[in-house]
């Protein structure tokens, strides 16, 4: 039972455009929420992250946005450039999990010149 | 000067052999974790550690054994490995158990067979 999904394994956007990556969960225990991406060969980074108390966090070119109603949340990046090429992975945790994070499979972001 | 490292990058090792992942970081974080991302690219959580003391201890076959000898490494030992226990372990830290974000390692891509 996932518990966090992202239903879209790859995603191509041509660069200057917005790449809208999307991420739905099942636990409405889940009150924290990361974006990590990674690079091939390397370990997750961290991304952006927002609490349950906000609906959206903006940090430079990247925007999450949560509705919590529907479960959803989404990865907002514009202008998309090409050393944005990664795979982008959603995770989220609740208070007292002991910090337990459950990830998503993941969505490849290419971007193209 | 890498902050999170895990030793080696590739394993590959035959069915009823006991291997070790070494893991350590310089960041001067109280937390570490061992993830698996297994074959459909979900990352799981495996143990997590926190000022040497085990906190999180999933439900994960004890063939794997994580020691902590101190709060800046975390190894992984695997006993009497199965063609199951092929996939890429990620070695992470935190500050702290709170919200504060992971820090990956760069990952052990390991081939049973």
């Known amino acids: 039972d996932q518990q966090v999904k992202q239903n879209s394994p790859s995603l191509s956007v041509q660069e200057g455009r917005i790449s809208i990556l999307n991420c739905d969960y099942t636990?409405?225990?889940?009150?924290?929420f990361l974006w990590y991406k990674k690079y091939p060969a390397e370990g997750p980074t961290f991304l952006i992250s927002i609490s349950s108390i906000k609906d959206k966090n903006e940090d430079g070119r990247f925007t999450v946005f949560l509705n919590k109603s529907a479960k959803h949340l989404s990865l907002h990046i514009v202008p998309s450039q090409p050393g944005d090429s990664a795979v982008y992975f959603c995770?989220?945790?609740?208070?007292?999990?002991?910090?337990?994070?459950?990830f998503g499979s993941g969505t490849q972001l290419t971007v193209l010149p | 000067d890498t902050a999170v490292s895990q030793t080696p990058k590739y394993l590959v090792t035959q069915m009823g052999n006991d291997k070790s992942i070494k893991c350590e970081q310089n960041?001067?974080?109280?937390?570490m974790y061992w993830y698996k991302q297994d074959s459909k690219k979900f990352l799981k959580i495996m143990f997590s550690?926190?000022?040497?003391?085990?906190?999180i201890n999933e439900t994960v076959p004890n063939r794997f054994s994580p020691k902590s000898p101190d709060k800046a490494h975390l190894n992984l030992h695997i006993n009497s490995l199965e063609l199951g226990d092929s996939a890429v372990y990620f070695c992470?830290?935190?500050?702290?158990?709170?919200?504060?974000?992971?820090?990956f390692g760069n990952g052990t891509r390991l081939t049973v067979t």
């Open positions: 550690y926190n000022n040497k003391e085990l906190i």
């Open positions: 995770a989220a945790t609740h208070s007292g999990s002991a910090r337990q994070l459950t």
């Open positions: 636990n409405s225990m889940f009150d924290y």
């Open positions: 992470a830290s935190s500050p702290n158990f709170d919200n504060s974000p992971l820090h």
């Open positions: 960041l001067g974080h109280d937390t």
